[in-house]
């Protein structure tokens, strides 16, 4: 059974590699209002199967991209730069750089928009954007 992120009208689609065993709940101010849990995919790895609809929000357009639907309005996906490669969910950095920008991209799709997950098989991890970053 493949698991598919879907906006509340179904106008975007965006099919899973494989269900999730690890998601992110950030308390940005962003991700706090959504109430999104995310999980992560490198470029390539999730199939579009509609997407047409959707419009991009963002206050940094070079580091991060949020996804909506320009119809129902829910936010279903982004791409930014891995900030998971340099830093750790505390916002501290893995390496005696902390003045270090990631170079890769990761993908995000909000799991709370996946119908027939098992949450019991989900790892939830704690991120402290608001406070981190």
């Not at 706090?32 to 199939?47: C, V």
């Not at 129902?72 to 998971?84: A, Q, T």
Request: proline share 5%; glycine share 8%.
């Amino acid at each position: 059974m493949s698991l598919i992120a879907s906006c509340h009208c179904g106008a975007t689609q965006i099919q899973l590699p494989e269900h999730p065993l690890k998601g992110s709940e950030c308390n940005c101010t962003f991700c706090a209002r959504l109430g999104a849990i995310w999980s992560y995919y490198e470029p390539g790895e999730l199939i579009f199967h509609a997407q047409d609809n959707q419009r991009m929000y963002s206050t940094k357009p070079e580091q991060k991209q949020g996804y909506f639907c320009a119809t129902c309005g829910m936010h279903i996906w982004g791409s930014s730069l891995d900030w998971s490669s340099l830093y750790n969910s505390d916002g501290t950095p893995k390496s005696a750089d902390a003045n270090a920008v990631p170079t890769k991209v990761k993908h995000a799709v909000n799991l709370r928009l996946v119908d027939g997950l098992d949450w019991s098989e989900i790892e939830i991890e704690k991120m402290d954007g608001r406070n981190g970053w």
